[in-house]
């Protein structure tokens, strides 16, 4: 198998089989991110993509759901995607899921149209790490889109029929824009009513740009407190029945889950006695040790 840097994958979906199509990330310029600084962005070439596939053919002809990679592996216009596709049904013809995570702006250069094609070839769910769905908040960690454009690129997912997850982030915003992320964030969301809502929490790295402003006074980050009353903001104005799962350094175990509005008062209960009774030193530990996204 040819993977060409490090693998992120998504956990909740199957870790086997992974089929790498792109390398690197084309945006690569979010101000909290360094998954792929280091890593030029290319399209994987189609023999190593044919090789691959006629391996797995081999060790697993059977597979029903494939996770593509890297970064954003969507970005391709649909007459480069598509061959692919049709080629993983060739070498894994009981194929049903083909997974993959993405930007908002890889949604923009397909029509309606092509993605139902995709969408029949097995494209049936997709990630996409949306962060925020405040403007202030997008522009200030540069992400690339705003607003309009997530509710705009969402609407064509749900017409063509492809579910999708959306990301919260929570702390990107730092102490200046909390509130602000909080809210809009839950609208957004809500509007697009995806089938997914997860949740994570800031880490500052080394060599992000978001550490740098740190450092010099130009960026506010939240104590483990605020972080906890901005996520609990977002679930109290997040309205969509959809299955919801947060990656904060609180034990997760009792707010991820199916039928968030049905457990909405539950969540919101356990965060309120989080914010009152947690250990905010052990939460800030765990983050501390945190080497990735």
């Not at 600084?37 to 494939?66: G, H, K, N, Y």
């Not at 403007?135 to 309009?148: E, F």
């Not at 602000?180 to 809500?190: M, V």
């Not at 609180?250 to 539950?266: M, T």
Request: net charge negative.
């Amino acid at each position: 198998m040819h993977f060409t840097d490090t693998v992120y994958r998504n956990p909740y979906w199957p870790t086997f089989p992974l089929l790498q199509i792109t390398q690197g990330c084309t945006h690569n310029n979010c101000k909290f991110c360094t998954m792929y600084r280091d890593v030029d962005f290319r399209l994987q070439p189609m023999e190593w993509i044919e090789q691959d596939l006629q391996e797995l053919s081999e060790i697993a002809p059977d597979t029903r759901t494939i996770q593509l990679l890297s970064a954003n592996p969507l970005c391709m216009t649909y007459d480069k995607l598509a061959p692919i596709l049709e080629m993983i049904n060739k070498y894994l013809p009981k194929m049903e899921y083909i997974y993959a995570a993405t930007r908002v702006t890889d949604i923009k250069n397909k029509t309606v149209e092509e993605l139902k094609r995709l969408k029949d070839l097995g494209l049936r769910e997709i990630s996409l790490g949306v962060e925020s769905g405040d403007d202030w908040a997008l522009d200030r960690i540069n992400k690339g889109y705003h607003a309009d454009d997530i509710i705009e690129q969402c609407s064509k997912l749900t017409e063509a029929g492809i579910d999708f997850w959306m990301s919260f982030l929570n702390g990107v915003a730092g102490k200046e824009g909390s509130k602000d992320h909080a809210i809009n964030s839950a609208k957004i969301f809500s509007r697009c009513n995806p089938m997914l809502v997860g949740t994570g929490g800031l880490v500052l790295f080394p060599g992000t740009p978001l550490l740098e402003e740190v450092e010099r006074g130009k960026f506010t980050p939240l104590s483990e407190k605020e972080m906890l009353e901005e996520l609990l903001l977002f679930v109290e104005n997040l309205n969509c029945d959809c299955k919801f799962i947060t990656h904060h350094t609180i034990s997760g175990s009792n707010l991820s889950g199916p039928d968030f509005l049905k457990r909405k008062d539950r969540i919101v209960t356990s965060l309120k006695k989080e914010i009152e009774h947690g250990d905010m030193d052990a939460m800030a530990a765990i983050r501390r040790n945190k080497r990735s996204l």
